[in-house]
């Protein structure tokens, strides 16, 4: 069974990332200033954006994710 990896972002409260398809971070001019977006394309197919300090609490722990997992194998 897989491991389920929280990530708990400052204003969507905790996301369960095992069932992200895809993740993607990139650049956007919201509001009249740039910003990270992180957009989640889910296993089930539906997508959720995140912006600013949501974002980069993803980004954060996905880096860790990445990295913790790099060592492991």
């Given at each position: 069974?897989?491991?389920?990896?929280?990530?708990?972002?400052?204003?969507?409260?905790?996301?369960?990332?095992?069932?992200?398809?895809?993740?993607?971070?990139?650049?956007?001019?919201?509001?009249?200033?740039?910003?990270?977006?992180?957009?989640?394309?889910?296993?089930?197919?539906?997508?959720?954006?995140?912006?600013?300090?949501?974002a980069m609490a993803?980004?954060?722990?996905?880096?860790?994710?990445?990295?913790?997992s790099n060592q492991?194998?």
């Amino acid at each position: 069974m897989t491991q389920p990896n929280f990530c708990q972002t400052p204003t969507g409260g905790w996301l369960n990332l095992t069932y992200a398809r895809q993740i993607n971070f990139r650049k956007a001019h919201l509001n009249m200033k740039e910003q990270i977006v992180c957009i989640i394309t889910w296993s089930n197919g539906d997508k959720e954006a995140f912006r600013g300090p949501d974002a980069m609490a993803i980004i954060v722990f996905w880096r860790k994710y990445r990295k913790s997992s790099n060592q492991e194998g």
